[in-house]
């Protein structure tokens, strides 16, 4: 039997921090990391060599060139997605994972969304957006039941 093609994805900073705390998962499957390129996250090829690809490290604190950053890593996530065609689609979030859940939705992958650790009483604007049309979402805080009554208390990925 194959092993499955899971996706892993999550914006650089603490988003990523959390999603690597899933890495042990990694070998149970054909995997794919992705993430921002910044300094602070090149070790990855390093560690995951040819498993690890990058967006373009973009935040909406720059205004006049986020929203074209935005658009490339829409069309480099379909690429990506096209060339890795992943069955799930594993998601700390942010901005860099929203896109790539959206696409995946459309080509039938599974999405796992896992709502940040640093959230106990907020939604971020991607738990929003994949909320709905996520097959499976975690949320690490009872509290956040609230505002999401259908995901699953996960605890704490730390």
């Not at 910044?38 to 690809?53: E, I």
């Not at 975690?138 to 605890?155: F, H, N, R, T």
Request: proline share 4%; hydrophobic share 40%.
């Amino acid at each position: 039997m194959s092993k499955k093609n899971v996706l892993f994805i999550a914006s650089t900073g603490g988003h990523l921090e959390e999603l690597l705390q899933l890495s042990p998962m990694f070998a149970h499957y054909n995997y794919r990391l992705i993430t921002e390129k910044t300094k602070s996250n090149l070790y990855l090829k390093d560690k995951y060599k040819d498993k690890v690809s990058y967006l373009v490290y973009g935040t909406k604190h720059h205004m006049l060139t986020y929203p074209f950053k935005l658009i490339y890593n829409c069309f480099k996530s379909l690429y990506y997605y096209l060339i890795f065609a992943p069955d799930y689609i594993i998601t700390t979030g942010v901005h860099t994972a929203g896109p790539m859940c959206c696409i995946g939705k459309l080509f039938g992958s599974k999405i796992i969304y896992i709502e940040t650790f640093a959230n106990m009483v907020t939604k971020t604007k991607t738990g929003k957006l994949v909320y709905p049309i996520s097959d499976k979402f975690i949320v690490q805080w009872e509290s956040m039941k609230k505002l999401y009554p259908d995901a699953e208390v996960g605890g704490w990925i730390f």
